[in-house]
């Protein structure tokens, strides 16, 4: 399960982070940690990136990116 | 950077000047507050051998001198970008006196996140607790005496759009420079674990490293080893398997792994969680906000593209509007009146023919280009500032960004193509061009594919971007920041546009006394380059001269057109010429009616009219000119080329300007160039086809 498979509307947990280097670094300097709630907001019209909501405020990011943000699975 | 002033006391002398860093989010209104703070004592120049912005100011409050340095804004103070690389090397080397840190009332948490890592310098801290009336509207109650107490830091709460608490802000600066060192704020812990190894590396470091202790603060200095800071390991001279890193960092690498640096982020997050938790009241039903709504509109899957055109139309119509009385008006001006005062002046003195010619045809033609282009950069860069200071253009680059990147390009490489557009603005008006430029794009988005596919299979730049709230921009900063954007960049244009104008000029007169222009050097490389254009009908280097030159402007391929087909002889017929005074009153009273032209074009833009086909004396020269050696079918194929082929040299600083590196422009060259030509061919291979003109 990552970030990526989420619908609009849909929330989850994240796991494990499995971007590295500069990408990760970034992502968690702007919030995206493990254990944080993530909820997808928004697809482009063209269908990447995606709007989330993070830390209670909006972020967008590449779906390749976003396959790398591994989710608990929903109990 | 320069020699470090480490270590420095902070300044008895009441004369010294104060130098206050200001560090924050990006989205955090920091600009808005430099410019309230500064108001028409902004400075904007680089940063030293990077293109990011670096804006100074002088004040004085209470006879205290205040050197304010803004720093790049960024969320984090990590070695990877260069906005944090920049900003943190000013913090750790130059060592400002204070940090005005300002934070995001709205977005407390991941704003805190940075003002811990600003805490970790050992340097005064004073956050300016920003956008204030938006958090309470929002129902916020943020108890700021809490706050201070949990940070150990003052703390004022500001309106910068407004200008509230400015003068509470400046009085927290020159009020901690009083307390010396006990302005100094507390270090916050992150656990016990963390400062354990903390305390081990500081003093390990004290002991064996004693000659970092002098450049790095001692606590910032341990945390960034324990991070794996790889700039600070290298130039610390430390590996990562050092015995006194082992030592220090060993247990903690056993029970929370190798990833140091994600503990770090997770410990630095958790605390600044908790403070916010801590001082941060939320109501408890959350109203649906503005932005939401706006945004289930302008993110629509089916609206969200139509909205982006339109936004974009809106732009140029309203960038045109706006700046073509003012154009043709410097136009007019410079062709006539001012060429002829050159013209006489240099004639008065004596001066030889070629003289004449070099200044009338080289120098002014080129400012002329310049000069030109002013209204129009300052239009659109007052739009494209609006845009940005609205929210819009995040929401923008969220929209195109998938065509964008399958291009190869960033979802942010639409405003230095906006840009290039401007290029074409002063040549075209008519709309006949539309059509081309439509198909142009269509064509522009499948090449992209291509290329992304075959030439350019690369990483593209990461896209992990804010979508802030939207806002409206304070007309002060909208002011300001159009005027900077517009200054720095015709500044920068500018430069190459007299460049390339003067250089033309001697490639169309050298060798010297050359006769026709054929034989000049210009002439020369047309020839060679023809039979390029062969296929597209107009393989006459009279043609290719002409698009050679055309990377100052647009409209310069007409005025090369028309310099080398109007040969000498034709000189056109005078009358007496008018007086300087004359002049002058001519002048003044064009732009009087410019002005009212430019209200009346906004008034029926906003009154949605059609767009006016309007005959330009310009596309009337170009209609002329073409007639003698073009055919219609190669014409309409010329100008299809023209309108699409590289970016003109605007374009090239644009993208200069956006990305700092020539990189994405000679894309962008390679990749219009082609483009220009694949259509420059289908008009007029299908146009034969289909039997018209040829």
Redo the contacts between chains.
């Keep these: 399960m990552n970030l990526a498979m989420l619908k609009p509307g849909e929330k989850g947990r994240i796991a494990k982070m499995g971007a590295i280097g500069p990408l990760r670094r970034r992502l968690m300097d702007m919030g995206v940690l493990v254990g944080e709630e993530i909820t997808v907001e928004k697809v482009a019209p063209l269908g990447d990136p995606i709007e989330i909501t993070v830390k209670n405020y909006n972020l967008s990011l590449r779906k390749k990116e976003a396959e790398g943000i591994l989710l608990e699975d929903p109990k | 950077m320069t020699a470090p002033t480490a270590a420095r006391s902070f300044p008895v002398v009441e004369t010294a000047v104060l130098r206050v860093a200001v560090a924050g989010n990006p989205n955090s209104g920091k600009s808005t507050l430099i410019n309230s703070l500064a108001g028409t004592r902004l400075h904007v120049g680089n940063w030293p051998g990077v293109t990011v912005e670096k804006k100074e100011a002088a004040l004085e409050h209470r006879g205290q001198r205040i050197a304010l340095i803004d720093l790049p804004g960024t969320?984090?103070l990590?070695p990877?970008?260069e906005e944090e690389i920049i900003a943190r090397d000013f913090l750790v080397h130059d060592r400002p006196d204070i940090i005005v840190d300002v934070v995001d009332a709205t977005?407390l948490?991941?704003n805190l996140?940075l003002t811990l890592q600003l805490l970790e310098l050992g340097i005064p801290v004073i956050v300016a607790l920003n956008i204030y009336d938006e958090a309470e509207k929002k129902g916020y109650k943020i108890d700021v005496k809490a706050m201070e107490a949990a940070l150990g830091v003052t703390v004022v709460p500001t309106v910068a759009t407004r200008k509230t608490g400015m003068n509470d802000l400046l009085e927290a600066v020159t009020g901690a420079i009083a307390k010396g060192s006990r302005s100094l704020p507390r270090s916050q812990s992150y656990g016990e674990d963390i400062e354990a190894a903390v305390k081990m590396l500081t003093a390990g470091i004290v002991d064996r490293h004693p000659a970092l202790v002098e450049r790095y603060p001692r606590r910032w200095l341990a945390l960034k080893l324990m991070e794996g800071d790889r700039r600070v390991l290298a130039e610390a001279n430390i590996s990562g398997v050092d015995s006194l890193m082992k030592d220090a960092v060993g247990h903690l690498r056993e029970a929370h792994g190798e990833d140091l640096?994600?503990l770090m982020?997770?410990a630095r997050?958790s605390l600044a969680a908790g403070l916010t938790r801590e001082v941060l009241q939320r109501p408890s039903v959350r109203k649906t906000e503005m932005t939401e709504k706006i945004?289930r509109v302008v993110?629509?899957?089916?609206l969200?593209?139509p909205i982006f055109f339109a936004a974009m139309w809106f732009v140029f119509k309203m960038t045109f509007d706006l700046s073509a009385p003012f154009a043709d008006w410097l136009d007019g001006a410079i062709n006539g009146p001012l060429t002829r005062w050159i013209e006489a002046s240099t004639n008065l003195l004596h001066g030889p023919d070629w003289l004449v010619s070099l200044m009338t045809k080289g120098v002014i033609a080129g400012v002329g280009s310049v000069l030109v282009f002013v209204p129009v950069i300052f239009a659109m860069m007052f739009f494209i500032t609006f845009l940005e200071g609205s929210g819009y253009m995040?929401r923008a680059a969220?929209?195109m960004?998938?065509?964008m990147?399958s291009m190869g390009l960033h979802?942010k490489s639409f405003i230095p193509m906006i840009l290039g557009f401007g290029c074409n603005v002063p040549a075209q008006s008519g709309t006949v061009l539309w059509s081309l430029y439509v198909m142009g794009i269509v064509l522009a988005v499948l090449m992209g594919i291509l290329f992304k596919r075959t030439l350019f299979r690369g990483e593209s730049p990461?896209?992990?971007?804010?979508?802030?709230p939207y806002r409206m921009p304070s007309g002060r900063s909208l002011a300001i920041h159009t005027w900077e954007k517009g200054k720095h960049f015709l500044i920068k244009a500018g430069t190459y546009i007299l460049a390339v104008s003067v250089l033309v000029w001697f490639l169309l007169n050298l060798p010297w006394g050359v006769e026709n222009k054929k034989d000049s050097y210009l002439g020369k490389v047309g020839s060679a380059i023809a039979p390029v254009f062969a296929p597209l009908g107009f393989g006459n280097w009279e043609a290719s001269s002409s698009l050679i030159a055309g990377v100052i402007a647009k409209e310069i391929v007409v005025g090369t057109m028309g310099e080398i087909y109007v040969r000498e002889t034709e000189k056109k017929p005078e009358g007496p010429a008018p007086t300087f005074f004359e002049d002058l009153r001519e002048i003044g009273t064009s732009f009087a009616s410019a002005g009212r032209e430019a209200f009346t074009n906004v008034i029926s833009t906003v009154g949605i009219t059609s767009l006016k086909a309007e005959e330009k004396e310009e596309e009337a020269t170009l209609r002329s000119v073409v007639a003698k050696s073009f055919t219609p079918l190669s014409a309409y194929a010329f100008m299809a080329f023209v309108l699409l082929y590289m970016p003109c040299v605007v374009a090239a600083a644009a993208f200069k300007h956006e990305f700092g590196t020539w990189k994405w422009f000679g894309v962008a060259f390679v990749y219009q160039t082609i483009l220009a030509w694949s259509v420059a061919f289908i008009v007029y291979q299908g146009g034969k086809l289909f039997g018209i003109g040829g």
């Design positions: 969320y984090s990590s990877y970008t977005n948490e991941r996140y640096e994600s982020a997770d997050y945004d993110l629509n899957r089916f969200g593209i995040a969220f929209v960004d998938r065509a990147h979802g990461m896209f992990i971007m804010e979508l802030p």
